[in-house]
């Protein structure tokens, strides 16, 4: 995951490094960068140099510095990878007087790994049953890793019909579990176990809506339980 604690002054040397073989093109409008950055503009940009720790992508007729840890949501093995592609980048800090810039990556995909993780989500029903495993446990209830980047919420009062005191009496991390969705509010899953326990209403509902399966008795059957019934009964 990219470093939410490094600032300018950590990038210091390496824009500092890269300005020997990177120029500012054209004139520098600074005044637009400082509009993009209040604004919270996403810009897509080139990436046109590889240099220490990072990449450099002209913007505004001015060099700005991606860092490594800017560039992914993870770890960025190789740099050159990005060499010549487009991306798409916000403006993180600016310092005119030293006329450094840096840009960030990270914050358009987050914004877009959020979107498609919301478009999942809407697309699960209510009622709908999922596997899962328990990733964390809180002390209201347990997030449950549905797969696929997407997690749910059982509250406490949804693990079991049982009175439980402990989350972790009942669940561990990293433990199998069926859950049933039982609301989606605000992009966020409320799942329970305990509505697919046996002698939930849910399940009642079920069996007393199920046709049941009668078997008439066989007419030997019949006479050997009329004869069982008769036997002993002395008839005057």
Same mark, same amino acid.
Do not use: C, F, H, N
């Given at each position: 995951?990219?470093?939410?604690?490094?600032?300018?002054e950590d990038f210091s040397k390496a824009v500092d490094d890269s300005f020997h073989s990177f120029k500012d093109e054209g004139e520098a409008n600074w005044d637009k960068l400082k509009e993009y950055q209040t604004e919270k503009t996403t810009l897509t940009v080139k990436v046109d140099g590889v240099v220490n720790k990072g990449v450099i992508s002209n913007v505004e007729g001015v060099r700005g510095f991606i860092p490594a840890s800017r560039l992914a949501l993870g770890h960025v093995d190789d740099l050159n990878a990005y060499l010549g592609k487009e991306i798409q980048v916000v403006v993180r800090e600016i310092d005119e007087e030293k006329g450094r810039l840096i840009l960030s990556a990270v914050e358009p995909l987050r914004a877009k790994q959020n979107e498609e993780r919301k478009a999942k989500i809407n697309s699960i029903e209510v009622g709908t049953v999922l596997d899962g495993k328990v990733e964390s446990i809180q002390s209201y209830g347990a997030f449950i890793d549905l797969g696929d980047g997407i997690s749910g919420l059982v509250h406490i009062s949804q693990i079991s019909h049982k009175r439980i005191k402990s989350?972790?009496?009942?669940?561990?991390?990293?433990?199998?579990?069926?859950?049933?969705?039982? #609301?989606?509010? +605000?992009? !966020? %899953?409320?799942?329970?176990?305990?509505?697919?326990?046996?002698?939930?209403?849910?399940?009642?509902?079920?069996?007393?809506? #199920?046709?049941? +399966?009668? !078997? %008439?008795p066989k007419s030997e059957d019949i006479s050997t339980n009329l004869g069982s019934l008769l036997k002993g009964i002395k008839l005057n």
């Open positions: 995951m990219a470093d939410e604690s490094m600032t300018m989350v972790e009496d009942v669940l561990k991390i990293g433990q199998e579990v069926k859950v049933k969705v039982i #609301a989606i509010k +605000d992009g !966020k %899953l409320s799942l329970s176990m305990k509505a697919l326990e046996e002698g939930s209403d849910d399940k009642r509902g079920e069996r007393e809506a #199920a046709p049941r +399966d009668y !078997k %008439l």
